[in-house]
């Protein structure tokens, strides 16, 4: 394990982010064994969630959405589809797009996945003030914004 020096002698940046990795990988791990018992991933739960209600999601949208390239939500894609809780057809305004539809099935489990995530960001966010929380949500955001920043 790499020694980064303690929180008062790391670069702020390198904490940010070693913070940020530790809280996104304790929430997954915690929630994947939840999510598994009722047949999805973390993955496919964020991608269920994603294209919600909407008719008008192409693979583009979606990964745009989670942040990801289309390239790594494709196999995805197929094997919900294979599941049966995707259905692609094509897009009317352009023959190359395919637009994304949830089955019911897909929509009774992204409910159940909503409930366990939301009793996991319960915990997140315990004993932190409401104006703590406001204020973290916009400092991430600020942070997030540098990141798609693209000028040097």
Same mark, same amino acid.
């Given at each position: 394990?790499?020694?980064y020096? /303690?929180?008062? *002698?790391? !670069?702020?940046?390198?904490?940010?982010?070693? =913070?940020?990795?530790?809280? +996104?990988?304790?929430?997954?791990?915690? +929630?994947?064994?939840?999510?598994?018992?009722?047949?999805? &991933?973390?993955?496919?739960?964020?991608?269920?969630?994603?294209?919600? %209600?909407?008719? %008008?999601? *192409?693979? &583009?949208?979606?990964?745009?959405?989670?942040?990801?390239?289309?390239? /790594?939500?494709? &196999? =995805?894609? @197929?094997? =919900?589809?294979?599941?049966?809780l =995707?259905?692609?057809?094509? +897009?009317?305004?352009d023959?190359?797009?395919?637009?994304?539809?949830?089955?019911?099935?897909?929509r009774?489990?992204?409910?159940? !996945?909503?409930?366990?995530?939301? +009793?996991?960001?319960?915990?997140?966010?315990?004993?932190?003030?409401?104006?703590?929380?406001?204020?973290?949500?916009?400092?991430?955001?600020? @942070?997030?914004?540098?990141? %798609?920043?693209? /000028?040097?």
């Amino acid at each position: 394990m790499i020694d980064y020096g /303690t929180p008062d *002698t790391v !670069a702020p940046g390198r904490r940010i982010h070693e =913070l940020c990795s530790a809280i +996104s990988r304790a929430m997954v791990k915690k +929630s994947q064994a939840k999510l598994g018992a009722v047949g999805l &991933s973390a993955g496919a739960a964020g991608f269920i969630r994603a294209v919600g %209600d909407r008719d %008008d999601m *192409t693979l &583009s949208d979606v990964a745009k959405v989670l942040r990801v390239e289309t390239a /790594t939500l494709s &196999s =995805l894609a @197929v094997r =919900l589809e294979r599941d049966g809780l =995707l259905v692609r057809e094509p +897009s009317p305004k352009d023959k190359r797009a395919m637009l994304l539809h949830l089955t019911p099935r897909a929509r009774e489990l992204g409910q159940q !996945a909503e409930q366990i995530t939301q +009793s996991e960001l319960s915990k997140l966010t315990k004993g932190v003030a409401d104006t703590d929380q406001k204020r973290l949500v916009e400092l991430l955001q600020n @942070v997030l914004k540098n990141l %798609d920043d693209d /000028t040097p």
